[in-house]
């Protein structure tokens, strides 16, 4: 699947590229440590909401899949390609 950015889009991806963090876009404030406890419920949080509106997005664009936050990973020592 191809999703097209509009410009404000991808300038504001560009802007937070270049962010020390692991994620592409904050979601912690900057006086929540990464790794504590509140940041873990933020995180839980997070996923659920935009996993919601994923959801809603998918049913608007008529798109027959069930997107989520979640990627699935190979397990250990299996070669992707």
Same mark, same amino acid.
């Given at each position: ?8 889009? @991808? ?6 590229? $270049?962010? #020390?963090?692991?994620?592409?876009? =904050? ?5 929540? !440590?990464? $790794? $504590? ?13 935009? #996993?919601?509106?994923?959801?809603? @997005? ?7 899949? #069930?997107?989520?936050?979640?990627? =699935?990973?190979? =397990?250990?020592?299996? !070669?992707?390609?």
């Amino acid at each position: 699947m191809n999703i097209k950015l509009v410009p404000l889009a @991808i300038s504001i991806l560009h802007y937070y590229q $270049g962010a #020390n963090s692991k994620h592409l876009l =904050p979601i912690f404030p900057s006086t929540i !440590d990464a $790794g $504590g406890v509140e940041a873990k419920a933020i995180s839980r949080q997070w996923i659920k909401t935009t #996993n919601k509106w994923l959801k809603c @997005i998918a049913s608007d664009c008529q798109v027959d899949a #069930n997107l989520t936050t979640y990627v =699935p990973r190979p =397990p250990a020592g299996v !070669d992707e390609h």
